[in-house]
């Protein structure tokens, strides 16, 4: 965990080192995950990186992780800890998930898996107003068949087996 009072946000690159992360396109499911901070959101969660993300799916499955925007943002249910999000693009997202992983105030982890079509899994509804900044911005607006998956291995890996 990080030092007192600063939550769980990292920089661990050199001063005269410093680049946009994004600079080049990552090659690999695990050095996009890498950029986009996963990993050091993953271990404040206490969840295996590479357990979790990597080695669950297949080649083919990581490629199509690839095609997702990962971002991690706080939110304030998660007591300002960290909400991994794998997002995917909007015109997909009826057959392409997606996903949270994060710690809920009680520090029960949790992994949601949305789509914009329902699904056998579905356990519900859900709709976020615009402009929460807790929130990714494509997720705005749009109604969500959401289900609570125990696992915490990525949905479509899950599919995959």
Do not use: C
């Not at 304030?76 to 960290?82: C, T």
């Amino acid at each position: 965990m990080s030092e007192p009072g600063r939550r769980w946000r990292i920089l661990d690159e050199a001063h005269d080192a410093l680049a946009p992360r994004f600079a080049k396109s990552p090659t690999s499911l695990r050095e996009q995950l890498l950029l986009s901070r996963v990993d050091a959101a993953a271990q404040v969660l206490g969840l295996n990186f590479d357990a979790t993300f990597i080695t669950p799916a297949t080649y083919d499955m990581q490629q199509t992780y690839m095609k997702l925007r990962w971002a991690v943002i706080p939110h304030w249910l998660a007591g300002d800890g960290p909400v991994i999000y794998a997002l995917p693009p909007m015109h997909k997202s009826d057959v392409l998930p997606w996903e949270s992983w994060y710690r809920d105030g009680s520090g029960k982890l949790i992994h949601h898996v949305h789509y914009t079509a329902q699904h056998r899994q579905s356990q519900g509804t859900w709709q976020e107003g615009a402009g929460s900044l807790q929130r990714p911005p494509e997720v705005m607006g749009v109604v969500w068949h959401w289900h609570d998956e125990p696992s915490m291995t990525p949905a479509l890996a899950l599919l995959q087996a």
